[in-house]
């Protein structure tokens, strides 16, 4: 089976498709809050993002997109982190040591669901061959996934270590891809092709000064809804059609979230509790075959967790001090991540291109009808 392994370079990010706009181009603006300067998760200083997209033949769509908090070593430099589970019905490999420990030791990985072990221990390897990992004996991969057989030929597992290499090793920060690439090239959301979204927030100077950023993986049902505006009816593709169309909403969406605020795993627990607000209102039922999972990290050294030593001398250890916002401070927060993740959402639809596996075709969402309806609507209200 031959393989084609796509990097997307700097320079085809946003407008791979010519006719696809992420939201803001097409005038929809969740929130109040601005975003950074990229209006990516790559806003907040030191996350960096790389997509390897793998696809053979029309059989094959699928990828792996890797999430870097930090160009250190993680395992030795590690961060806090929480997971927050919407609907259980998925595969995050690494989550129950995130919860039980609150902190994060590798770059976390999305791909397509029958991979996420071969990805897991292609990172492992990835790691373990670095400087200084001699001496390691366990280490926590963290890869989730979304099912992407409709359009990928998934019992074939196609991830390899080249591709989890490919993801890791172009990892930059910057403007990130979407729609359809990495992990997700063969997604569907609301029926239409979905993908990778991301968006950002930078909270005033007033509220702190804080970044938030979000990056999905969205591949799940529902009735789309566009700011509150019914486009999934009017485009006359919605769970449960009729009361007896198969289509019941069933997918799922993995939702990323980091930030340079310095809060403790609670508070990112917190957090990421607040994106699944974000996945609601665009639609989503989180139906019983869903697996909605959120994590989120911290980035800030204020509560970086420096947990093993390179230096055995220093292994004695056994304290630290942080510094963290105390919880009156994290409602703009949690203000940003709902509105950072709505709109990552959107992202992931409407920078998404179609895809045909064997004849089946899974279209991008039509945004010249998308911008019709949001008009009518708008001027309705008038």
């Given at each position: ?6 990097v ?12 696809q ?69 998925g ?46 004996g ?11 057989g ?68 969205s ?50 627990g ?98 010249d ?7 009518r ?6």
């Amino acid at each position: 089976m031959r393989l084609s392994i796509i990097v997307l370079a700097a320079a085809v990010l946003a407008h791979s498709a010519a006719a696809q706009q992420r939201a803001r181009e097409l005038g929809v603006v969740p929130g109040i809050f601005a975003p950074g300067p990229d209006n990516a998760i790559t806003d907040v200083a030191g996350v960096k993002v790389g997509h390897a997209t793998v696809i053979s033949g029309d059989s094959i769509h699928t990828g792996v997109t890797a999430i870097v908090p930090h160009s250190g070593n993680l395992f030795f430099d590690r961060v806090p982190a929480a997971v927050h589970v919407g609907n259980a019905f998925g595969k995050l490999v690494g989550a129950a040591q995130i919860q039980e420990l609150g902190e994060l030791e590798t770059p976390i990985l999305l791909t397509c669901t029958l991979c996420v072990w071969r990805a897991a221990d292609a990172l492992v390897a990835e790691l373990l061959a670095k400087p200084g990992m001699e001496r390691v004996g366990s280490i926590n991969p963290v890869v989730g996934e979304t099912n992407d057989g409709g359009l990928n030929a998934i019992r074939n597992r196609p991830i390899t270590p080249d591709v989890v290499h490919t993801a890791l090793a172009t990892a930059a920060s910057g403007p990130v891809a979407e729609g359809t690439v990495g992990a997700g090239t063969g997604t569907t959301a609301f029926e239409w092709k979905g993908g990778i979204g991301t968006s950002s927030r930078k909270l005033p100077a007033s509220l702190g000064g804080w970044t938030v950023g979000v990056l999905v993986q969205s591949n799940f049902g529902g009735v789309l809804q566009v700011l509150g505006v019914p486009v999934g009816r009017e485009l006359g593709k919605y769970a449960f059609k009729d009361a007896v169309d198969r289509e019941r909403g069933d997918g799922s969406c993995m939702i990323v979230v980091a930030t340079d605020a310095p809060l403790s795993d609670r508070n990112l627990g917190r957090l990421a509790a607040r994106a699944i607000v974000g996945l609601g209102r665009t639609g989503s039922d989180m139906s019983n075959g869903s697996g909605d999972f959120v994590l989120a990290f911290s980035t800030s050294p204020l509560v970086r967790r420096t947990a093993l030593s390179r230096s055995p001398a220093d292994d004695h250890r056994v304290t630290r001090t942080t510094a963290e916002l105390i919880n009156d401070d994290l409602s703009p927060l949690f203000e940003g991540v709902v509105e950072a993740t709505e709109e990552a959402i959107y992202n992931s639809l409407f920078m998404a291109t179609s895809v045909t596996q064997h004849g089946h075709t899974v279209h991008a969402i039509p945004l010249d009808k998308v911008r019709e309806i949001l008009g009518r609507y708008n001027t309705a209200k008038r």
